[in-house]
């Protein structure tokens, strides 16, 4: 073999080798991006909105009728969904909403953690529904979805149907969300969910008035944008060191759960 061919093949080899370098370190920062790194794109999601909140714009959610809380909601004024124990020595309060980004890349990045320690019964979820992406980009996708979300919770199906709706979440720019005919479609990837009593509280916006009043609620609250993330007091996106990644998450709940 010439030296020019057994130096081809040599280069052709170093050539593989650092493609499979490359594919491992890539599939090294995929991770990352759905664990620790997805809190950069939250910040940068939640600063880009955060100065909107702050001129005070006026969600389009149609207020008109009473309000009418979902099953089991508690916490101030019934505004909160609760998920996990009432026991659980730590508590993540959520404000979010389903037309925003970086409220999905936190939710589809954390759930399989926030989940597990719901299980374990050492931690206690309490959502909160805003209307922010509408006030920014026109629309109503987030307070429909938002209240689609409520007609899941009377039928116990919040959880899964809440994640569908992240998993599925449209472009920013897009409106999907505010067709009840959209809402009601994703129902059917949770099982049991698309009854009778869920359309017509889809179609019928039942709980309407209940998310203009929590977007108020927001709307009122000293936050930077969605989401806002708070365990046990402390907004964890503000200043977080270390970065508050799942594991971190897992390992603060888990020190507090050792010492209760």
Known sequence: MSEKNR????SARDRIA??????EAREKRRKSLVMGAVVLGVLAVVGGVGA????????????AGPVVAPKGATGEDGLAIPLGEKSAPSVLTIWEDFRCPACAQFENGFRSTIHELTASGK???????ATLIDSNMGGSGSATAANA???????NKFP????????HQPAETTDPYAEPDELIALAKKVKGLDTPAFRACVTEKK????VAKSNEK????????TPTVILDGKDVFKNPKPAFTPDRLKELVEEKADKS
């Open 52 to 63: 909107a909140v702050t001129l005070g714009k006026k969600s389009g959610t149609d207020a």
């Open 18 to 23: 650092a493609d499979r370098r490359r594919e």
């Open 149 to 155: 979300a409520l007609c899941a919770q009377d039928e």
């Open 160 to 167: 899964a149907y809440h994640d569908v709706l992240y998993a």
């Open 7 to 10: 130096q081809g093949k040599l």
């Open 123 to 129: 931690l206690r979820v309490e959502y909160h529904l």
């Open 218 to 225: 927001f709307q009122q609250g000293d936050f930077r944008g």
């Open 207 to 210: 709980h309407s008035a209940w």
